[in-house]
């Protein structure tokens, strides 16, 4: 059974950063591909970043140039890491895997950034 596990999110202050990384278990597969959403209460799930095997990450406007997602195939490990953040970026951060026909989410992380 595969499993993703997020760790990294925590309250820090307007201007600073966090990584955040999610990591699959179970799963042998060489190609990944690894989504990054967040979600405030309330409002719908947002996209982030998306990166794959040997691909070009993409970024939500909202997050670009401040953000950067990777990936560590042979860690099965995608990280995002977050500079410059601002009080807007506040929410629930989850990650999504994907390989084939297998596809997963991760359980959440709270990140919260204080004015």
């Known amino acids: 059974q595969v499993q993703l596990v997020e760790s990294g999110g925590g309250l820090v202050q307007a201007g600073g950063s966090l990584r955040l990384s999610c990591t699959v278990s179970?799963?042998?597969?060489?190609?990944?591909?690894f989504d990054w959403y967040r979600q405030v209460a309330g409002k719908q799930r947002e996209f982030v970043a998306v990166i794959n095997s040997g691909g070009t990450p993409i970024y939500a406007v909202s997050v670009k140039g401040r953000f950067t997602i990777s990936i560590d195939d042979a860690k099965k490990t995608a990280y995002l890491q977050m500079n410059s953040l601002k009080p807007e970026d506040t929410a629930v951060y989850y990650c999504?895997?994907?390989?084939?026909?297998?596809?997963?989410w991760g359980q959440g992380t709270q990140v919260t950034v204080s004015s």
């Open positions: 179970g799963s042998t597969i060489s190609r990944n591909t």
């Open positions: 999504h895997w994907a390989s084939g026909i297998l596809n997963s």
